[in-house]
């Protein structure tokens, strides 16, 4: 049998190579099709389109399966801590003890930011959106580490830029944060550990292992995600051999939206709005059922999960544990789970296939931790961060990639001749 596929357009037979992953996830390669055939392929949302090949993250949306360079998400998230995971999935390997201890120690000599982006901080209103203030920092930090605006992405350079995005977001965030309180920084203290460290200078007091160790589980749990909205957006600027810090940045803006990360900030919002109005979640479910209302049920649904996310049944389990830990009665869990009971077995997202994502239990987890809600997509970056370098480190090195830049189908006027303003 041959291994080409056979595509038929007008009479005309056309043969494409067929491409087999580890898993054996099977792709029509397409890339000569156009100079072959003159004809393109069209895939709204791209998604019957593979990107790129990876060696980074499996995903099985329909066995809910998710595993970091082989290794299974549950695996890592009970076993692993977030550095060690970071490592994992930039250098394609767990490391030794002394491979692990050296990255740290790298990540810890970032422990400040120069003084022209704690200004640039300090511009912004308390006001201010956290993944606006990420997006323009991120990018800010080009201009004070000129290294990294040449073309080529050098060992040293990419080794250097996860260290020092990993320490630099993580204090950009806890400073801005004392900010729109009112209060001065806490400079970061890396012998905590990195989740400690994190919420020591949040919240400048002594932090629970049990409740840094949920935070550092969740951030595992966010580390990558193979092609979705944000990591391709980091693709694609990386793929016109942008800065990596312009990649990154790019990554926040798309994190951002209400469809990807920012779903743990609109899951917190709808659930104190279903609060609010009396605590009636079934109203909210027909709502998510009308097709006259806009209305989604946040946190419900993925486009590549059609069974369950695994990520979600973690999750849960770390919630009950920080709840207890931290004896918080929280009304919005008993709504969280009252909705998600009432839709599992709801006729319409039994048919698509909705079942909560990784965003429905993680918002409940933040707000528990004293995060405020429109932080919540800012922690998501944090632990997003090892994943988009790690891809950002795959592009680079892929010796064949080429600059991301699709065809599209004109739908528009044909052409006619322009009239002079006086004459139309
Ligand atoms: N509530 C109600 N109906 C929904 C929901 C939802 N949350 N999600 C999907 N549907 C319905 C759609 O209306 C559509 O119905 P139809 O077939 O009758 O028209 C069907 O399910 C399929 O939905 P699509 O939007 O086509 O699915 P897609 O794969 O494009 O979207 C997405 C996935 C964006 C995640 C969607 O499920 C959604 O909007 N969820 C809510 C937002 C959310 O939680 N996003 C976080 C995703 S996880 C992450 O990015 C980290």
């Not at 980074?56 to 060690?84: C, H, M, W």
């Not at 003890?97 to 640039?120: M, Q, R, T, W």
């Not at 312009?246 to 939206?257: H, K, M, N, R």
Request: hydrophobic share 40%; aromatic share 10%; charged share 25%.
């Amino acid at each position: 049998m041959s291994d080409n596929a056979k595509l038929e357009i007008k009479g005309n037979t056309y043969e494409l190579p067929v491409i087999t992953g580890t898993e054996g996830e099977t792709a029509i390669d397409i890339t000569t099709l156009r100079a072959k055939s003159g004809v393109i392929t069209i895939d709204n949302g791209f998604m019957n389109t593979g990107s790129c090949k990876s060696a980074i993250t499996f995903l099985d949306g329909e066995k809910g399966i998710l595993r970091y360079r082989g290794y299974p998400i549950e695996q890592l998230a009970e076993s692993s801590n977030f550095v060690e995971t970071s490592y994992l999935l930039f250098n394609g390997e767990l490391p030794t003890k002394a491979e692990h201890d050296a990255f740290y120690s790298k990540i810890s000599s970032f422990s400040s930011l120069p003084s022209g982006v704690k200004n640039i901080l300090n511009q912004f209103p308390a006001t201010a959106h956290p993944m606006g203030v990420l997006s323009a920092t991120i990018s800010a930090l080009s201009g004070f580490y000129p290294e990294y605006l040449t073309a080529e992405a050098t060992e040293e350079i990419k080794n250097k830029s996860i260290a020092q995005l990993m320490a630099q977001v993580k204090i950009i965030m806890a400073n801005f944060y004392r900010k729109t309180i009112g209060k001065d920084p806490v400079d970061s203290n890396p012998a905590l550990g990195y989740s400690k460290d994190f919420l020591n200078m949040m919240f400048d007091k002594e932090i629970d292992d049990e409740v840094a160790h949920a935070l550092d589980t969740l951030l595992i749990l966010h580390a990558d995600h193979e092609q979705n909205c944000s990591t391709s957006t980091v693709r694609v600027v990386g793929s016109s051999h942008a800065n990596v810090f312009a990649s990154i940045s790019g990554g926040v803006d798309a994190l951002w939206g209400q469809l990807h990360g920012g779903a743990n900030q609109a899951v917190l919002e709808m659930l104190d709005e279903i609060k609010n109005d009396g605590g009636d979640y079934k109203k909210f479910i027909n709502k998510a059922k009308d097709k006259d209302d806009s209305f989604r049920l946040m946190g419900f649904g993925h486009r590549v999960y059609k069974n369950f996310d695994p990520r979600a049944k973690i999750i849960k389990k770390a919630c009950d544990v920080v709840l207890e830990k931290l004896n918080v009665q929280d009304p919005l869990l008993a709504i969280a789970r009252g909705l998600e009971e009432e839709a599992l077995k709801d006729e319409y997202f039994v048919q698509r296939n909705l079942y909560p994502n990784v965003d429905f239990y993680s918002g409940i987890i933040y707000k528990a931790l004293g995060i405020p809600t429109n932080m919540f997509t800012a922690m998501f970056v944090l632990g997003r961060l090892p994943g988009w370098l790690s891809q950002w480190k795959e592009l680079r090195e892929d010796t064949t990639g080429k600059i991301a830049r699709p065809r599209q189908i004109y739908v528009g006027e044909n052409e006619r001749n322009y009239k002079k303003i006086s004459d139309r």
